[in-house]
C-alpha cells in the first residue's frame, strides 16, 4: 500500500554533501513515523535516522552532527541531508516507515534503496 521512491544517492568525495529524498504515495505519510536505514558491503543493515510522527529524531552515534533527517509533510517527502561524508559511510541507504507514530519494532514498509559512494 505505501510506495517509497529514492533519489538522490551519488558519488562524493570524503568531506563533501548529499541530500537522500524519499517520496511516499498517500497520506500515510503524515501519520507514520519514518526514517533512513543502510547496509554497507559485508555489513548487516542499520538503523541511521528516524523521525516521529511529531518530530523527534534519533540518529545512529556514527552520524551525529554530519546527518539531518526531515520531512515535509505537504510534499509527502522524507529528507536526509549528508555532510561531511566519510568513506565509512559508504552503503545503500533504504527508506522506511512505521505503521505508528514513532519508531518502534521493524518498519512496515521499505523503498528500493540508493547507492552512496564517498572516494577518498
Known amino acids: 500500500q505505501v510506495q517509497l521512491v529514492e533519489s538522490g544517492g551519488g558519488l562524493v568525495q570524503a568531506g563533501g554533501s548529499l541530500r537522500l529524498s524519499c517520496a511516499a504515495s498517500?497520506?500515510?505519510?503524515?501519520?507514520?513515523?519514518m526514517g533512513w536505514y543502510r547496509q554497507a558491503p559485508g555489513k548487516e543493515r542499520e538503523l541511521v535516522a528516524a523521525i516521529s510522527r511529531g518530530g523527534s529524531t534519533t540518529y545512529a552515534d556514527s552520524v551525529k552532527g554530519r546527518f539531518t533527517i526531515s520531512r515535509d509533510n505537504t510534499k509527502n517527502t522524507l529528507y536526509l541531508q549528508m555532510n561531511s561524508l566519510k568513506p565509512e559511510d559508504t552503503a545503500i541507504y533504504y527508506c522506511?516507515?512505521?505503521?505508528?507514530?514513532?519508531?518502534?519494532?521493524?518498519?512496515?514498509?521499505w523503498g528500493q534503496g540508493t547507492q552512496v559512494t564517498v572516494s577518498s
Open positions: 522506511a516507515t512505521w505503521r505508528g507514530s514513532y519508531w518502534s519494532g521493524s518498519p512496515q514498509s
Open positions: 498517500g497520506s500515510i505519510f503524515r501519520f507514520n513515523a
